[in-house]
């Protein structure tokens, strides 16, 4: 089989259902495992590395407003590819290529490969998304293995995560801020806390400075879509002399935690449950010490 994936985390489930040899094509998002960046790209942005948090906001909007897209497609890619599979998404135009604009590319092929949509906005939903991989592409004896994994891993946190009511607020952007949406506040739940704020199964929105005074979390986790650690530690500083944020009571105690929304938290795939053991040490570090400290920075 040929696939082309226009999803990291699709292409993660591709990989770890030992199918990484039927990979002919990529998005330009997709970076793991590492050496996946050898395949051709059948995507591009029209965003640019240098571009600040405040930038790239007011640049979707715009574009979004005018019914322009994020993501363009390379059609000499696409054609020596030849798929029989195309993995893609609806769930967010902001996040990967639009559904119709991958349709429209794959009525010029002949014959036109299979489409499958990955819709996840769970955990489990994910894992469903695993056996759908596994099904369209004769793995799904692998596959079933590989979510009874996944799903062990889950329910070593689950079983032991106290049942606190401890007030986190996770931010999927700074500039401005946004909740957290679709399966973020699940894994904050697992974890062992309650993010007030998130919107669960749901798109993440802006939130006011004021709705986020008064919410006051006692924890801030701070993953930035597409941003690694490093790149949301240059926003965050921006906002060392912002009047509501400096006196937030994660601020003023030192509970605010910055973790890798491009590989983990923003990217639904396997390695969410990655995800769910770095929240776990983050909020319960004492009750989950092998986490406590792996893949996060906590900021003074």
Same mark, same amino acid.
């Given at each position: 089989?040929?696939?082309?994936?226009?999803?990291?985390?699709?292409?993660?489930?591709?990989?770890?259902?030992?199918?990484?040899?039927?990979?002919?094509?990529?998005?330009?998002?997709?970076?793991?495992?590492?050496?996946?960046?050898?395949?051709?790209?059948?995507?591009?942005?029209?965003?640019?590395?240098?571009?600040?948090?405040?930038?790239?906001?007011?640049?979707?909007?715009?574009?979004?407003?005018?019914?322009?897209?994020?993501?363009?497609?390379?059609?000499?890619?696409?054609?020596?590819?030849?798929?029989?599979?195309?993995?893609?998404?609806?769930?967010?135009?902001?996040?990967?290529?639009?559904?119709?604009?991958?349709?429209?590319?794959?009525?010029?092929?002949?014959? =036109?490969?299979?489409?499958?949509? +990955?819709?996840?906005?769970?955990?489990?939903?994910?894992?469903? #998304? $695993? *056996? @759908? !991989?596994?099904?369209?592409?004769?793995?799904?004896?692998?596959?079933?293995?590989?979510?009874?994994?996944?799903?062990?891993?889950?329910?070593?946190?689950?079983?032991?995560?106290?049942?606190?009511?401890?007030?986190?607020?996770?931010?999927?952007?700074?500039?401005?801020?946004?909740?957290?949406?679709?399966?973020?506040?699940?894994?904050?739940?697992?974890?062992?806390?309650?993010?007030?704020?998130?919107?669960?199964?749901?798109?993440?929105?802006?939130?006011?400075?004021?709705?986020?005074?008064?919410?006051?979390?006692?924890?801030?986790?701070?993953?930035?879509?597409?941003?690694?650690? =490093?790149?949301?530690?240059?926003? +965050?500083?921006?906002?060392?002399?912002?009047?509501?944020?400096? #006196? $937030? *009571? @994660? !601020?003023?105690?030192?509970?605010?935690?910055?973790?890798?929304?491009?590989?983990?938290?923003?990217?639904?795939?396997?390695?969410?449950?990655?995800?769910?053991?770095?929240?776990?040490?983050?909020?319960?570090?004492?009750?989950?010490?092998?986490?406590?400290?792996?893949?996060?920075?906590?900021?003074?």
């Amino acid at each position: 089989m040929r696939i082309i994936s226009l999803l990291p985390s699709a292409t993660e489930m591709v990989y770890l259902l030992g199918l990484g040899d039927q990979l002919v094509a990529t998005s330009h998002e997709c970076d793991f495992p590492p050496e996946v960046v050898r395949k051709p790209r059948a995507t591009r942005s029209v965003l640019h590395n240098g571009m600040d948090s405040g930038e790239i906001d007011r640049l979707v909007r715009e574009r979004r407003q005018a019914g322009l897209p994020l993501y363009e497609l390379d059609f000499d890619v696409w054609h020596q590819a030849a798929p029989d599979l195309v993995i893609t998404q609806k769930l967010c135009d902001v996040c990967a290529v639009s559904f119709d604009n991958v349709a429209r590319a794959v009525a010029l092929l002949e014959p =036109p490969p299979k489409i499958l949509t +990955l819709e996840p906005q769970s955990l489990e939903d994910i894992f469903a #998304n $695993l *056996r @759908a !991989v596994g099904a369209a592409t004769g793995a799904g004896v692998r596959a079933e293995a590989v979510v009874g994994a996944l799903a062990a891993r889950v329910r070593h946190v689950r079983d032991r995560a106290p049942g606190t009511t401890l007030k986190v607020l996770c931010l999927e952007w700074l500039d401005p801020p946004f909740c957290a949406g679709h399966w973020l506040p699940q894994l904050v739940s697992y974890a062992g806390g309650v993010d007030g704020l998130g919107r669960p199964a749901a798109d993440s929105v802006r939130v006011e400075w004021e709705t986020i005074r008064q919410y006051d979390p006692a924890v801030i986790v701070v993953m930035c879509c597409g941003f690694g650690i =490093p790149r949301t530690l240059e926003d +965050l500083a921006k906002l060392r002399n912002h009047e509501v944020w400096r #006196n $937030l *009571r @994660a !601020v003023r105690n030192g509970s605010v935690f910055v973790a890798d929304g491009n590989h983990h938290f923003s990217r639904p795939g396997p390695r969410l449950v990655d995800s769910l053991e770095i929240m776990a040490g983050i909020l319960h570090p004492a009750v989950f010490p092998q986490f406590a400290g792996k893949q996060f920075v906590r900021c003074a």
